[in-house]
């Protein structure tokens, strides 16, 4: 499958969960107002049992229907750019490499398949780390072996493809100087599609318990903090919840524009 036709499959997909999603998200805000409308008239009638059932069936509700709009969320950005790269990653023993897809999030068909890889999985670790040839990931304390044999450069806005390129490193020059010369604004969004080793190094870096991150005004120390939370979210996503994230900041416009960014970053 060529990247036309890989992209419009991918696309396709998309857009079917968008709607079955928004057709749950639909239902289930009909069933939470009619139960709501339905203790509120017979409210004399039910016992204090009655009401806890039903207060509790209205908080499930509710959860579900705002993890489904989270999702659907998601799914949306996808649909605009559904992932900046890919490449080929032959396991020692295989006969044929299989292509990994690496987006801002992960996206699997209702079948299982997997057509795109977020970004913080621990098998798109090679797609930063590993230039073509040897490569490895290691993933349920195992390590996987094996060849990249190509990677890919992809550029994809409003569900259409603009290039793919062949790179044999992280990021090709040309594809990375067109990331640097957008606004300041952009960086943030966009930073996931340019992350250099280093950088990725410092984001995935679990090790040590603090993290001192050096570097000259605008070299991206920001952005890189940000994604570094959203690997760990991501990692530690059974323990670690956004709530009990903080971050200090020397005063209130810096804070405001960290707030502004990390609602556009990935």
């Given at each position: 499958m060529n990247e036309q036709s890989y992209l419009t499959h991918t696309i396709t997909s998309l857009r079917a969960v968008y709607e079955r999603l928004t057709a749950n998200i639909t239902e289930k805000d009909a069933n939470y107002k009619d139960l709501?409308?339905?203790?509120?008239d017979y409210k004399a009638e039910l016992d204090k049992f009655e009401v806890y059932d039903y207060q509790q069936t209205l908080s499930m509700i509710d959860k579900q229907g705002f993890r489904q709009v989270m999702e659907r969320e998601q799914v949306k950005k996808l649909i605009d750019s559904p992932y900046f790269g890919n490449?080929?990653?032959?396991?020692?023993?295989?006969?044929?490499a299989e292509r990994f897809y690496v987006g801002r999030f992960g996206f699997r068909e209702p079948d299982g398949t997997t057509l795109i890889y977020d970004w913080r999985a621990p098998v798109c670790n090679m797609y930063y780390e590993f230039?073509?040839?040897?490569a490895y990931y290691e993933a349920m304390d195992k390590r996987f072996d094996g060849e990249i044999t190509g990677k890919r450069q992809i550029k994809i806005e409003s569900g259409q493809l603009q290039y793919a390129?062949?790179?044999s490193l992280t990021i090709q020059d040309e594809v990375l100087q067109q990331t640097l010369n957008k606004q300041s604004t952009?960086?943030?969004?966009?930073?996931?599609?340019?992350?250099?080793?280093?950088?990725?190094?410092?984001?995935r870096h679990e090790a040590a318990h603090t993290l001192v991150i050096q570097g000259v005004a605008g070299s991206g120390k920001t952005a890189v903090a940000l994604h570094r939370i959203a690997y760990?979210?991501?990692?530690f996503r059974d323990t670690l919840r956004p709530e009990r994230?903080?971050?200090?900041?020397?005063?209130k416009v810096f804070g405001d524009y960290i707030s502004r960014q990390d609602k556009k970053s990935p």
């Open positions: 709501q409308e339905y203790m509120i490449f080929d990653f032959q396991y020692v023993g295989d006969g044929e230039e073509l040839g040897e390129l062949e790179s952009e960086k943030m969004k966009t930073i996931v599609t340019s992350i250099q080793r280093e950088q990725n190094q410092i984001v760990f979210l991501y990692k994230i903080f971050i200090l900041s020397p005063n």
